[in-house]
């Protein structure tokens, strides 16, 4: 039980373009998702928290109209990177929270040419 | 602000030898200490974990204690399989929220 999956695990796109990655949770459902990303041989690091029919919480130097989140059902909070740039490629991992622990997604690779 | 320090790899080990992947942590107050792995395309899936000073986490062979005095939470297993192959990161926070991690560690045992 408490299986998180996102889609897809790995998208290409090119710069100007936005790309949504999508986290779900499918045996559960999360009020609380949190999205995060990671860069090569770095922590990963909390961009936002995504509550379940409000406004996310972003992290300190995070661009909200940047890095668009929407968590319209219990089971599905999405991430819209827009107006990609090669230095936003990185691995985005979400996690949702049940019974106040965080289960994570397996990541999505993004890479921006 | 929180951060956590562990060990950096890869770290290559062969099957039946002794694991030590240290991790230190620097915090206000006194956070809960988590050990995660990552297996290949999966998820982080909480390994072990201690909610106070002198507390000792253990999980399928590996244990990390709680060490207030010296800020540290070192993962340890007495003798690895080739099934332990994975990243491992060490985590603190407030509960399970609002966790800060380290860079992780790539352990592969090799046969």
């Known amino acids: 039980g408490a299986v998180v999956s996102q889609h897809p695990s790995w998208v290409i796109c090119k710069s100007g373009t936005s790309v949504k990655i999508e986290c779900r949770s499918l045996?559960?459902?999360?009020?609380?998702m949190f999205w995060y990303r990671q860069f090569p041989k770095q922590s990963l690091m909390l961009m936002a928290t995504s509550n379940e029919g409000s406004k996310a919480t972003y992290e300190q130097g995070v661009e909200k109209d940047k890095f668009l989140i929407n968590h319209a059902s219990l089971t599905l909070s999405t991430l819209t990177v827009t107006s990609a740039h090669p230095e936003d490629s990185s691995f985005y991992i979400c996690?949702?929270?049940?019974?106040?622990?965080?289960?994570f997604g397996p990541g999505t690779r993004l890479t921006v040419l | 602000g929180n951060s956590v320090t562990q060990m950096e790899g890869p770290v290559t080990l062969s099957e039946e030898a002794f694991l030590t992947i240290n991790c230190t942590y620097t915090?206000?107050?006194?956070?809960?200490l988590f050990w995660y792995v990552q297996y290949p395309g999966e998820g982080l899936q909480l390994l072990l974990k201690?909610?106070?000073?002198?507390d000792k986490g253990s999980n399928k062979g590996f244990e990390a204690t709680y060490r207030k005095e010296t800020t540290s939470f070192h993962l340890e297993k007495g003798s690895v399989q080739v099934s332990d192959s994975a990243v491992y990161f060490c985590g603190s926070g407030a509960g399970s929220y609002q966790l800060t991690f380290g860079k992780g560690t790539k352990l592969s045992v090799i046969p």
């Open positions: 045996d559960f459902q999360a009020t609380t």
């Open positions: 915090a206000t107050g006194y956070p809960s």
């Open positions: 201690a909610t106070k000073a002198d």
């Open positions: 996690s949702a929270d049940l019974d106040w622990k965080q289960f």
